[in-house]
């Protein structure tokens, strides 16, 4: 847990967040600033970086965020259509929390490239 991130916060049930699934490694909330009528994040519990700080020791942990993310999209029902799972790593790529997150994005028509 660190002091300041928002993300520990809310893993440590101190920061409110519209959860929608939590084990004992990962959580799922609603992302506060919507890019898509369906913006989720998964986050796992544990404090990491971003992917850059991902040990062998998280392998785990890893395959279980993406499996959620899966479960969500199902879920929210965006999943036959289509979906778009994101991981912003460090500020060019818009990296704005730095607690590892993958975005669960659908509910519309996505463009690519990607801005
Ligand atoms: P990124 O810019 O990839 O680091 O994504 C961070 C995401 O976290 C953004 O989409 C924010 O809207 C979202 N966010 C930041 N603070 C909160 C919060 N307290 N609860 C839910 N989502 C948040
Ligand atoms: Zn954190």
Redesign the pocket.
């Known amino acids: 847990m660190i002091s300041d991130c ?1 993300f520990c916060k ?1 893993t440590a049930g101190q ?1 409110p ?1 519209k959860k929608l699934y939590e084990d004992n490694d990962v959580i799922a ?5 919507p ?1 898509a009528p369906v913006h989720i ?1 998964v986050i796992p519990r544990k404090h990491i970086r971003n992917l850059l700080y991902v040990d062998e020791k998280d392998a785990l942990i890893l395959s279980k965020l993406i499996m959620v993310a899966t479960m969500m999209a199902k879920e929210q029902k965006i999943a036959e259509k289509g979906y778009r799972i994101v991981i ?1 790593t460090n500020r060019c790529a ?4 730095d607690h590892l ?1 993958i ?1 669960v994005l659908g509910g519309r028509i996505m463009s690519w490239p990607p801005g």
């Open positions: 928002v809310i920061a967040a909330f609603h992302d506060i600033n890019q994040l912003n818009g990296q704005s929390v997150h975005h």
